[in-house]
C-alpha cells in the first residue's frame, strides 16, 4: 500500500512539474482537439497589428515581413494576416496532421492576403482571421467545405472581398520567389 501511495505521488508531482514549466501555447494546444478550437481561439484572441503592418509597408516589396512563431502569437494575441495563417497552419497539423494544413498566398491589384488551408474528408476548408478593419469583417472566420482552392478563390474570396474583383495569383505555399519565401518557408 505504501509502494502505491509513493508511485502515485511521484506521478503527480511528475505531472504538476511539467505543468510548472511548460509554455503556455503548449499547454493550451494540448487541450485542442479539432479545428474549431483553434477557431475559435483566433476569434477570441487575436487582433490586428496595425502598426506592424504599417511598418511592414513601408519596406515591402524589398524586405519582407518574418512572421511570428506560433508561440509569440499567442502570448501577444496579436500580428497580420501572416502571423494567424502560421499560427493555424502549425495548430492544426499539431492537433491532427490529416488535417494537412498549408499556407495559402493571395495576391490582387495593391494587395496581399495569407490563410490556412486544410482538410476534413479531402475537402479544402479555410481558416482566416488575419483581417482588422471593418470593411474586411465579413471575411473572417473558417469557410468550407470546397472542392479546390479555385472554387475558393473566385467562389468565395472575391465574392465576399470588398475591393478586389480578380486575383493575380492564388496558391499553396509562399510566394515562389522573393524575400517572403526566403524567410518565411520553415512555416
Known amino acids: 500500500m505504501k509502494k502505491k501511495i ?4 511521484a506521478i503527480l508531482v511528475l505531472i504538476f512539474a511539467s505543468l510548472a514549466f ?14 474549431k478550437d483553434v477557431a475559435i481561439w483566433l476569434e477570441k484572441n487575436f487582433k ?7 511598418e511592414a509597408s513601408k519596406t515591402w516589396p524589398r524586405e519582407a515581413q518574418k512572421v511570428y512563431p506560433p508561440k509569440e502569437t499567442f502570448k501577444l494575441k496579436s500580428g497580420v494576416c501572416q502571423d494567424s495563417s502560421v499560427f493555424g497552419k502549425y495548430s492544426l497539423n499539431k492537433i491532427n496532421p490529416d488535417y494537412k494544413a498549408e499556407i495559402i498566398f493571395l495576391m490582387g491589384p495593391g494587395f496581399v492576403h495569407y490563410v490556412t488551408g486544410f482538410y476534413i474528408d479531402g475537402q479544402l476548408w479555410i481558416m482566416d482571421y488575419g483581417y482588422g478593419s471593418e470593411k474586411f ?3 473572417i472566420g473558417t469557410y468550407g467545405p470546397f472542392k479546390s482552392l479555385d472554387q475558393y478563390a473566385k467562389d468565395h474570396y472575391l465574392e465576399k472581398h470588398p475591393i478586389l474583383r480578380f486575383l493575380d495569383v492564388y496558391q499553396f505555399g509562399w510566394p515562389k520567389t522573393g524575400k517572403a519565401n526566403e524567410i518565411n518557408s520553415q512555416w
Open 6 to 9: 509513493l508511485i502515485t505521488a
Open 22 to 35: 511548460a509554455e503556455p501555447y503548449d499547454e493550451w494546444l494540448s487541450t485542442c482537439k479539432e479545428y
Open 48 to 54: 490586428y497589428d496595425f502598426k506592424r503592418l504599417d
Open 137 to 139: 469583417k465579413n471575411m
